[in-house]
T-cell receptor
């Protein structure tokens, strides 16, 4: 079956703009979580959605938001982009609680 | 103090060597993930374990819940094992906490 698909793979944006990233989970997986990876901070948890509800949120400013649709696809939005938002954004899907996470290839965002 | 600490941060070895990467944590967890990340960013889940030991091919993962410690071992290491290995804690409600990763380089 198809894996986790993230689009786009690469993105260049200007400071102050906003961006929307997309994640399609493995079919049947209802949990989607998002992570930011930077060289300095490593992998950090952004938020997690299950059945269209945000269940958990990391320590990121309100400029970072997300949502999940009824087909479990998820989007992440970052508004008023800052240079420090340049990172690899990864999403992972799971079948349920305490089950294995499957990661997408990530979206590499560069803010200039 | 970080909730999860990995060691070593960098490891270089020769092909064929036995590799051990350690992960120590200070919080209660429901499970622990070992992840592998190759250059280019893609992350692959190697193991998820909550007790004991798991083996897959040349990879072995162990966890000691009482000591809050897990290890990832690679037997007969190969250059294709070169990657960053990340330990991740699962703390209920799907929250993940990540170690800083161990960069492994296997030279031929």
């Amino acid at each position: 079956k198809a894996g986790v698909t993230q689009t786009p793979r690469y993105l260049i944006k200007t400071r102050g703009q906003q961006v929307t990233l997309s994640c399609s989970p493995i079919s049947g997986h209802r949990s989607v979580s998002w992570y930011q990876q930077t060289p300095g901070q490593g992998l950090q948890f952004l938020f997690e959605y299950f059945s269209e509800t945000q269940r958990n949120k990391g320590n990121f400013p309100g400029r970072f938001s997300g949502r999940q649709f009824s087909n479990s696809r998820s989007e992440m939005n970052v508004s008023t982009l800052e240079l420090g938002d340049s990172a690899l954004y990864l999403c992972a899907s799971r079948l349920g609680v305490d089950t294995e996470a499957f990661f997408g290839q990530g979206t590499r965002l560069t803010v200039v | 103090k970080n909730e999860v600490e990995q060691s070593p941060q960098n490891l270089t070895a020769q092909e064929g060597e036995f590799i051990t990467i350690n992960c120590s944590y200070s919080v209660g967890i429901s499970a622990l993930h070992w992840l592998q990340q190759h250059p280019g960013g893609g992350i692959v889940s190697l193991f998820m374990l909550s007790s004991g030991k798991k083996k897959h091919g040349r990879l072995i993962a162990t966890i000691n819940i009482q000591e809050k410690h897990s290890s990832l071992h690679i037997t007969a290491s190969h250059p294709r094992d070169s990657a960053v290995y990340i330990c991740s804690l699962i703390q209920g409600a799907q929250k993940l906490v990540f170690g800083q990763g161990t960069r492994l380089t296997i030279n031929p």
